[in-house]
Nanobody
């Protein structure tokens, strides 16, 4: 069982990045999938979640990224994405993906599977 995050990098303020999180060993669409980030010296922050496919794939966002970030899932590819637009320097962090039972629990940091992080740096 593995979650593999990728897509991080250096981007200028106002730019965009798309993060990917590929699952192996389990079927991602049966779980809620979420993204988190942790900036240097700060606690891990929940960003977004998409519910399982049998609960309509409802999406949720924390206020700081609402309207700028979009979570989606490719069920055939067993992958969840985070499209990040209008990036700001304060978005700089290590971004991680996770899969869990329901988004309500994932908002509190409870997940069954965790992926490793990918670094996003927003700087000119």
């Amino acid at each position: 069982v593995q979650l593999q995050a990728s897509g991080g990098g250096l981007v200028q303020p106002g730019g965009s990045l798309r993060l990917s999180c590929a699952a192996s060993g389990f079927t991602l669409r049966y779980y809620a999938s979420g993204w988190f980030r942790q900036a240097p010296g700060k606690e891990r922050e929940w960003l977004s979640c998409i519910s399982s496919s049998n609960t309509n794939g409802t999406t949720y966002y924390t206020d700081s990224v609402k309207g700028r970030f979009a979570i989606s899932r490719d069920d055939a590819g067993n992958t969840v994405y985070l499209q990040m637009n209008s990036l700001k320097p304060e978005d700089t962090a290590v971004y991680s993906c996770a899969a869990g039972y329901v988004c309500a629990l994932m908002k509190s940091g409870e997940a069954k599977y965790w992926g490793q992080g990918t670094l996003v740096t927003v700087s000119s």
